[in-house]
């Protein structure tokens, strides 16, 4: 009964899978053209580059039909890219293209050995293909060039969530100067320098990314668009417990916090097969081939769905604290249940971004900005440091009797403390520094009011930013590879206990 | 499998015709919310397909206008035999059995706080709980203002000429924070009271039986139960 | 034995189920995704190149490019760069000249001469002069600045010369006018999908429900702030709808409140002030009563939990 069960479940799960990916198609299924297309492509349009129909040239004794010129290229074809960059061209070559901006008079020149030489990746595609709405009259553009159509935003750990904001060209493009547009808060190319001096952009220069001074022109002291004055390293996958943060390690501190929470890992285990298992007191080998026998037996028997129902019921719910007590568990809950949900929140959106990293969902999800976003972190945020507090006031100001206040709880509620207090400090940094509007930010009702208190501080808040970001970090960074030695162990010892009790009845598994 | 469980025995609760009432209540109360939910937030693309499957707004809209009058007809039948109940039966409405607010129900809702907070041991009810009575009267009164307020909004022609203009932009308003806090309270509040109280979990069935078992009248209702035994001695 | 064989037969049908319930949410997933994605495929933006591909697909794909435009007299290259010949109307006119300063800046749709459209559409373009739309040109045309809602629209404001589409339905043309008037009207497009009859009729495709040109007219454009001329628009829907009926608010935002009558704005002020009552109202009531069955159900789950173990 269970197998045709479980069966029509797999086929239907994968049904919905195979729906799912049709619906959010995967990023790479967008239209990028692959090197090998490209390659073709460029074979193909060498010949006609080099200085062939100029339309307009060669139909010049002829008398025109308005469709010579006025109907669309189909810039999809190698012959309507290059029909369109000839329009283009047709005025944007000569050299006294220019525009009167103020006093200074700036170039509009754009030749096709420039535009090649500095984009080689964009030779063959036509003008209208990025500047979507600039072939009309009057001739000036309001979404300048669009890079989403073709390329999808790419992972969060070069440039994460704060980036949200900023627009591809402000970075990719080389020109030094970059402005903040009061009216949707992002960050986009400057067409004056900072002494508000017009500057021509039309040579298509692209920045190397890779370099980090090209992150500096944003990342310096007292910037006019609102980043932190230093570059950050991106976080770590070690952040996804309350974090969306990229499957990468990031900085070397987390690097080494993984190492040791990896480390403390493996002694913990070590010592759970100090113990004898089945009888078998001293070769390990058998001790790990008997023990995971029995794991896998009670995986694939009945029992499992015992231990289904111990994992809801005893570890998500948390039923014996309850058992205990009422305001152990609220206290417990707020702590463990607001984690809980942050981590399925970073897992999902670590997952979904992998299928559709464009989707509007994700895009929100992603946003620290977003409503949704910052609500639902300052609300478990809140609640996490709500139930430290109540932690500590029961073991250092009530002390009832059956409290015992250990050494490493204190180390323990002092990190996590100390972590989302220095998170909220963060956030109000943040909304300050990069001085989002009230109404946006006021979802975040914790860090607003911190960002709040912190404005009347006359500091640096751009220079501190780095400073407390790091600190988090490292706290982040302690608190992980203490995880597997001090009390937060029980995170994985107390749910492999219950497991065990419950598999006891039938048979001894291990000695813990 | 065979059951030497005695059944237990049961004490009548509720009234046939009330049994049925409730379950008008159930059914339109649960059509009126989902289509004008629907309506409200038919920016949704759920929202659009599943009135798509209704048969389009205009059905929708009749069937929410349908459920109104029938819902509206159970309350009208519960008022007549409120009357039936007084000058027909000439019973009292007051007294313990009584779905009135008292005295009582306030010192039971400060006697449950205490409880709540580890201070004591919970209220003895009687016949309905403050709670019980909570719902009742949250039903009779929010109908009526459902009523009116849909009643505004179906015939605004007449309702025009009576109030002012805005009042019929008020009972859009109204009517739409009053279904959203009657769909919370019904879905959250009167649910999980009444059925997932560890003791009656999965479900309380004496309002569809009428029946009550023994052990539950006891533990629920205490008060009632001592008044029984003390006319039957 | 009875109840037993049954039960069994129960249970094989629920589990033949299975399959068909997951086809079940398989499709229902799917017809939810189509739904959710039939977005308005609006006309896309006028430019300099005009795609034939939805020209020819158009109301006016029959058209030639001159009837509407005229013929360029000067259709060779040095002409249509040089002086202009012989100007007027559909006679015979230059090319605009790219290398010249103003070229380039030119708005096209406050320079090209909708007359042409009167050609074959004479009551609208009737109808446009005596409207709104008509008035506010006029207007700016002796003040030369713009209203606040932007410059006064021509034909081409609203309608897509090049890739109208013929045979809309009801609600098509309905869903692609509300985009469209809303590109202006930003703050009544957002109360009209707010009130009951963009919400019937432009989210559910509801055809007896009023879109914006079945009360302000199309190409009138009234503005219906006067009485007895709003009546009307209700009249046409409500047919016994008496004089007051015409108070109702159906625009009802608060932005911009001064643009709207003094009743209105009173009338307005209160529905929002008993709204924000009514919303604190339902959210008190509401946190009491959650919490008190939150709490409640803790302290009753820790004593069974007690008893039992």
């Known amino acids: ?512 | 499998m065979e059951t030497n469980v005695k059944p237990q025995e049961t004490f009548q609760r509720f009234h046939i015709l009330h049994r049925i009432l409730h379950i008008v209540i159930i059914f339109n109360f649960t059509f009126l919310a989902i289509t004008g939910f629907l309506l409200h937030f038919s920016g949704f693309g759920l929202a659009k397909f599943l009135v798509s499957l209704m048969g389009g707004a205009g059905a929708a809209g009749w069937l929410h206008r349908f459920c109104a009058v029938f819902l509206y007809m159970g309350i009208l039948a519960h008022i007549f035999w409120l009357f039936y109940y007084k000058f027909v039966l000439k019973q009292k409405f007051s007294g313990p059995d009584s779905i009135l607010p008292g005295k009582k129900d306030i010192k039971d809702l400060y006697q449950n706080l205490r409880y709540v907070f580890n201070k004591g041991t919970p209220p003895l009810f009687d016949r309905f709980s403050y709670l019980q009575k909570h719902d009742y009267w949250a039903e009779m009164l929010g109908m009526q203002s459902m009523g009116l307020t849909g009643l505004m909004m179906w015939y605004p022609e007449f309702f025009a000429g009576i109030f002012p203009g805005f009042f019929i932009n008020i009972a859009g308003y109204f009517h739409f924070y009053e279904a959203v806090l009657a769909v919370l309270y019904i879905g959250v509040v009167h649910m999980s009271d009444t059925h997932l109280v560890p003791d009656i979990f999965p479900m309380e069935k004496s309002i569809f039986t009428g029946k009550i078992e023994k052990a539950r009248f006891m533990e629920d209702h205490p008060e009632e139960w001592k008044r029984q035994q003390m006319i039957k001695d | ?309």
């Open chain 3, 1 to 309: 034995m009875q109840t037993g064989t049954i039960k069994i037969k129960t249970k094989l049908q629920t589990r033949r189920m299975y399959p068909l319930l997951m086809a079940g949410c398989v499709l229902l997933v799917l017809l939810w995704f189509s739904y959710a994605r039939a977005g308005i495929d609006t006309a896309p933006l006028s430019t300099w190149f005009v795609d034939m591909n939805q020209y020819a697909a158009s109301a006016h794909g029959s058209l030639k490019c001159e009837e509407c435009h005229g013929l360029m007299i000067g259709s060779e290259i040095s002409n249509w760069m040089g002086k202009g010949i012989d100007k007027g109307i559909n006679k015979g006119k230059s090319h605009p000249d790219p290398d010249s300063a103003d070229f380039l800046k030119t708005q096209t749709k406050r320079n090209f001469d909708y007359q042409a459209c009167q050609k074959c559409h004479k009551t609208a373009y009737s109808r446009f002069l005596k409207g709104e739309h008509a008035t506010a040109a006029a207007k700016e045309k002796t003040t030369g600045n713009p209203s606040k809602t932007g410059y006064a629209p021509a034909c081409g404001d609203c309608h897509s010369a090049h890739y109208v589409k013929s045979h809309l339905s009801r609600s098509q043309t309905g869903r692609i006018m509300t985009q469209t008037c809303g590109v202006c009207h930003q703050e009544q497009k957002e109360s009209f999908l707010a009130n009951y009859h963009g919400k019937a009729a432009v989210n559910l495709g509801y055809d007896k429900a009023a879109f914006c040109t079945d009360c302000h007219g199309a190409h009138t454009m009234l503005s219906l702030k006067d009485k007895e001329t709003a009546l009307n628009a209700c009249l046409r829907c409500h047919s016994d709808a008496p004089l007051e009926f015409a108070n109702i608010i159906i625009h009802d935002s608060t932005k911009n409140l001064d643009l709207k009558s003094d009743a209105k704005k009173s009338g307005l002020k209160w529905v929002h002030a008993i709204r924000v009552l009514a919303l604190i109202l339902v959210v008190a009531v509401l946190a009491f009563f959650f919490m008190h069955t939150g709490l409640l159900m803790l302290r009753k789950l820790h004593e069974k939990l007690r008893r039992h173990k």
């Open chain 1, 1 to 512: 009964m269970n197998l045709k069960t479980i069966g029509s479940i797999i086929v239907g799960g994968g049904l919905m899978v195979f729906m799912a990916a049709l619906i959010f198609p995967p990023a790479f299924a967008t239209n990028l053209p692959d090197l090998k297309t490209a390659k073709v492509i460029e074979e193909a349009t060498l010949e006609p580059l080099a200085q062939e129909p100029l339309v307009l040239e060669s139909l010049a004794l002829e008398p025109l039909v308005c469709l010579d010129c006025h109907r669309t290229p189909n810039i999809h074809t190698n012959e309507g890219v290059i029909a369109s960059q000839t329009f283009c061209y047709d005025c944007h070559k000569e050299a006294d293209i220019k525009k009167r901006n103020g006093s200074k008079e700036i170039t509009l020149q754009i030749t096709p050995d420039t535009f090649n030489k500095n984009q080689p990746d964009h030779r063959f595609i036509a003008c209208i293909n990025c500047h979507t709405d600039v072939a009309r009259s009057p001739h000036k553009t309001k979404t300048s060039a669009t890079c989403r159509q073709c390329h999808t935003p790419h992972s969060e750990s070069p440039a994460n969530e704060p980036h949200l904001r900023v627009s591809c060209q402000a970075c990719h493009f080389q020109s030094k100067f970059v402005r903040l547009d009061p009216k949707d808060h992002g960050v986009k190319l400057a067409h004056n320098d900072y002494d508000g001096i017009p500057i021509s952009l039309s040579n298509h220069t692209l920045a190397d990314t890779e370099d980090e001074e090209t992150c500096k022109k944003c990342h310096f002291k007292n910037n006019p668009v609102g980043a932190p004055a230093a570059v950050l390293p991106s976080k770590s996958a070690l952040c996804i417990m309350c974090h969306n943060s990229p499957l990468a390690m990031g900085h070397p501190v987390f690097g080494l916090a993984g190492l040791v929470f990896l480390a403390g890992i493996f002694i913990m285990i070590a010592f759970w097969f100090k113990g004898s298992v089945k009888g078998e007191e001293t070769s390990l080998h058998r001790k790990i081939s008997l023990s995971s026998e029995s794991i896998w037996n009670t995986i694939f028997s009945k029992q499992v769905f015992s231990l289904i129902k111990i994992f809801v019921l005893d570890i998500l719910l948390q039923r014996r604290i309850l058992k205990e007590s009422v305001s152990r568990w609220s206290m417990h809950s707020l702590i463990f249940t607001a984690i809980l949900l942050r981590l399925g929140l970073s897992l999902f959106t670590a997952i979904g971004y992998y299928f559709n990293p464009e989707g509007n969902l994700l895009t929100a999800l992603i946003d620290k900005n977003h409503w949704f976003t910052a609500f639902s972190n300052d609300l478990l945020g809140l609640f996490i440091l709500l139930g430290i507090v109540w932690a500590v006031v029961k073991r250092f100001i009530v002390k009832p009797d059956y409290v015992v206040s250990e050494f490493q709880d204190n180390i323990t509620l002092i990190l996590i403390g100390g972590l989302v207090l220095l998170g909220f400090f963060l956030e109000g940094a943040r909304i300050l520094v990069t001085a989002i509007p009230c109404e946006m930010a006021a979802y975040s009702f914790v860090g607003y009011i911190v960002s709040r208190v912190f404005s009347i501080f006359p500091f640096d808040w751009a220079s501190i930013y780095p400073l407390m970001w790091y600190a988090h970090g490292v706290v982040a960074a302690v608190f992980i590879a203490y995880l597997p030695f001090g009390k937060m162990r029980h995170m994985f010892n107390t749910p492999l206990t219950y497991f065990i009790e419950a598999v006891e009845g039938v048979k001894n598994k291990k000695r813990v």
